[in-house]
Every structure is written in structure tokens, then in C-alpha cells.
């Protein structure tokens, strides 16, 4: 895979607790507005994507879950 599916790019986003890290990389795109906050979190919806969106996905954007 070369790139994220369209409609979907990888943003940072800066924490405003930088004890850590100064920020971290999520996936924006989601249609309900929600991001993915981990590359972990975004695999359950690309598989979904990438196999025809069949069925319903089980990642938790698509549940309405943050």
C-alpha cells in the first residue's frame, strides 16, 4: 500500500501535555467525523475497506465509540 485510501490523511496533532512526546500522528477521514488515534485502531476499518465494505466494520468509529 502506497497510500491511505481516499479521503483519509495522517495529520499530527500536538499534545498539550508534552511530558513525552510533543505530539502523535492520527488518521482523519472517518465519515463520522471521528479519528483514529493509533494505526492499530485504523486497521480493523482498512480491512473493512479494502475487502468491499461488506458487512459491518468493527472498528469503533463506525460503532460511534472515540
Known amino acids: 500500500m502506497k497510500s491511505l485510501p481516499a479521503g483519509y490523511v495522517l495529520m499530527?496533532?500536538?499534545?498539550?501535555?508534552?511530558?513525552n512526546r510533543t505530539g502523535d500522528l492520527h488518521v482523519w477521514g472517518h465519515p463520522s467525523g471521528i479519528y483514529f488515534n493509533s494505526?492499530?485502531?485504523?486497521?480493523?476499518?482498512?480491512?473493512?475497506?479494502?475487502e468491499g465494505r461488506v458487512g459491518d466494520c468493527e472498528c469503533s468509529p463506525c460503532k460511534g465509540e472515540r
Not at 12 to 19: D, G, L, P, W
Not at 39 to 49: E, Q
Open 12 to 19: 499530527y496533532r500536538n499534545r498539550s501535555n508534552t511530558a
Open 39 to 50: 494505526a492499530a485502531k485504523f486497521v480493523k476499518h482498512l480491512k473493512w475497506l479494502i
